[in-house]
């Protein structure tokens, strides 16, 4: 299993669906710990968390350590570590695609503002007169998501 990334598939998106194992994951995340430590963390029955935890063991995000004594300890896998922290250069994805985003939307939105108009059949004579409005608009949301997307992203952070 290579770390750098997490083959997604049927099994795994049906053990992600639950927002409990999530949460396992995310608390697994900082430190490892009991069935016990999980079910007071996450207000649970511990039978609750041991069911959960024996679907996250069989999918490999976890795996549980016997230490010898009275308690099993329960860590992220390599493959778990991996699905909760992806690799820097997702950064380096986010900013590349935002460029990129914003220079088409600007070269679209200068092209609106500087091409001659000509008298040609609108594209749709009801809702818009202008048939470069289109190119506009696309444009406009374009800017408008990219940004939403980079806001939401550092916020998570």
Known sequence: MDEKGVILNKELFEVLSSDTRIDILKSLNTRRKTNSELAKELSLKASTIHHHLE?????????????????????????????????????????????????????ALYTYYTIPRLHVKPLYPHLIDDPFSLLFLVALIAVLLQTVIIVAWYLKK
Do not use: C, M, V
Not at 79 to 107: M, R
């Open 55 to 107: 679907r996250l063991d069989d999918t490999g995000l976890i795996k549980s350590i016997d230490s010898n004594h009275k308690w099993i300890y329960y860590e992220l896998t390599p493959k778990g570590n991996a699905l909760l922290n992806p690799p820097k250069n997702t950064k380096f994805t986010i900013i590349i695609s935002s460029l990129l985003t914003y220079t088409t939307a600007f070269a």
